[in-house]
């Protein structure tokens, strides 16, 4: 494996941490600020948003740009939002803050995916793909309980402040290691009509909805999951960041395991890791009440859903493989429309006043779903390969030996 993909990795650890690190500063913000949780929650979804359009639109800008130069600009821009953030004094500042970062963090993830899948070979696409979902994980172990202790003991802003440190040596890696590249020039250069018409293929649609609903499922609980913690489970606050590793330690763990099995196994893999996460899910609604399940559980849902990541990842490289920066992009952009709905749904039963036990059987609903549209694909794949398959010849008859 390149090293280059690994400081792309490193990135991605910077870029996760501030992803994912207010699931443990709800609490603490939203004190600060004086907002509800679930207001906090948005902070969440601005992120997700942010993501959203940002990865497709970023993309489509820098199709012909350096890619080594966008990825540089892109992390300048996300150290600045971090400082934002950090010395923001209103809750609508912090969104907007959130909103910026988020774009740079999309339009980083589309390319770097891009730049990782096109130095390797193509039977390690999974692994490549796994190297930069490491590097979330890893920001699950170690920068989301470090935020969240930061939040602690040192107040949520020194979180923001941490982040940024992050970024700028993400940003020394990239100038170090990630070699220069020119456009392609000719016929191989990039160009938008041409990458735009993957949106045509049905596969691509069925991809992007599988995507969605698997990280709507995730983010439903993991973005309440401290109050989940706390309220439901009865767990102390102090617990919170320990929890939050162990989620990232299953992370960690899953993504390895999909990494090394999807190449081959690629819909297993999928059906496996979704039907897996629905199950974790169903548990902890059950099971809430229990410290004990509530954290081996969490541990549980890491390992599931992060395991079908490098099979997402590359389901959609598969399907959209003429046109690989939009095809990372809409990889971004479909795990981020699911981060978005997620704690919006979740924020919409906790409101409802069903508590915080129900965001886990809204997740467990999503990735039953996330099943069935793996189970569409699956059969509209069949349906293609037979279409397509060069029809069978009966052998000709031998005729008998004259002599």
């Not at 004094?89 to 803050?97: C, R």
């Not at 982040?163 to 020039?185: D, E």
């Not at 599988?210 to 989940?228: D, E, H, K, R």
């Not at 992060?306 to 003429?322: E, K, Y």
Request: charged share 10%.
């Amino acid at each position: 494996m390149p090293l280059s993909v690994y400081v792309l990795g490193l990135a991605v650890f910077a870029l996760g941490t501030s992803e994912f690190m207010l699931s443990g500063l709800l609490q603490p913000l939203s004190r600060d600020l004086g907002v509800s949780i679930p207001q906090a929650g948005l902070l969440i979804s601005a992120f997700a948003v942010g993501m959203v359009v940002g990865a497709p639109v970023l993309a489509a800008a820098t199709l012909r740009l350096p890619r080594r130069t966008t990825l540089i600009s892109l992390l300048l821009v996300f150290g600045v939002g971090q400082v934002a953030g950090a010395v923001a004094p209103t809750y609508e500042l912090l969104f907007a803050s959130r909103v910026v970062s988020a774009l740079a963090c999309a339009g980083f993830w589309a390319v770097g995916a891009a730049v990782a899948v096109s130095v390797v070979h193509v039977d390690v696409r999974a692994r490549a793909m796994a190297v930069l979902v490491g590097g979330l994980s890893i920001a699950n172990i170690l920068g989301v309980p470090a935020g969240s202790l930061l939040g602690q003991h040192a107040g949520w802003r020194s979180a923001f402040w941490a982040v940024a440190v992050m970024s700028a040596v993400a940003l020394a890696g990239v100038l170090a290691f990630v070699p220069r590249t020119q456009p392609p020039t000719g016929d191989d250069r990039p160009r938008l009509a041409r990458e735009v018409r993957i949106y045509r293929d049905r596969q691509v649609w069925l991809t992007v909805l599988t995507i969605a609903l698997n990280g709507a499922a995730v983010f439903a609980v993991f973005s309440y999951l401290a109050p989940l913690l706390t309220e439901v489970a009865g767990l102390r606050e102090s617990w919170v960041p320990t929890v939050l590793a162990l989620f990232g330690l299953g992370g960690l763990l899953g993504t390895a395991i999909g990494g090394r099995i999807s190449d081959g196994h690629l819909f297993g893999t999928m059906y496996g890791g979704i039907a897996a996460s629905a199950a974790a899910l169903a548990l902890l609604a059950l099971f809430a009440r229990s410290g004990a399940a509530a954290v081996g559980l969490a541990l549980l849902l890491g390992v599931t859903a992060f395991m079908t990541a490098p099979a997402l990842n590359t389901r959609m490289f598969d399907v959209a493989g003429t046109a690989p920066t939009l095809a990372g992009a809409t990889t971004t952009a479909s795990f981020n429309i699911g981060n978005t709905a997620g704690p919006w749904l979740g924020g919409l039963v906790i409101d409802a006043g069903w508590g915080y036990q129900s965001v886990a059987w809204t997740g467990a609903a999503l990735a039953a779903a996330g099943v069935g549209t793996t189970a569409w694909a699956s059969h509209v794949r069949r349906k293609t390969a037979a279409r397509v398959r060069p029809p069978r010849h009966e052998p000709a008859a031998v005729c008998p030996d004259p002599r």
